[in-house]
């Protein structure tokens, strides 16, 4: 079989995994939800944004993060977002340990660490 063949096995692998398949759920129910869902994709944009400018050095501006301390709350209140996250956070871990297994095959100066998550 070739590498090809079990990549594609293992992307079938993955869309049948509970953690996918939880997931998949959760963001459906998010979706259906477009005043929900379109506050959850602002939640997480400005996180991503905050996370970013401290990767580089950056002070969190203190306005930007009582934003989005506020907003996570009023998220957290919310059932359907608070499962949405815990499921996107354990397909997370389950792909950063996917990839950092493929990523001990090549030594292509990529750090395996740098994927977060644990290794299964």
Known sequence: MNVYDQAHQLAAAVRES????????????MEANPQLDQALKDFMA???EMQTEQMIGKEPN??????????SAVLMADPSA???LQCQMRFSVMMSDVYKILSEVSDMGIDPGMFGGQRG
Do not use: G, I, P, V
């Open 62 to 71: 203190a306005d930007a993060f009582q934003q989005l301390q506020q907003l």
């Open 46 to 48: 400005r996180q991503f």
């Open 82 to 84: 608070t499962n949405y």
């Open 18 to 29: 509970e953690e996918f398949r939880q997931f998949d759920r959760a963001k459906m129910e």
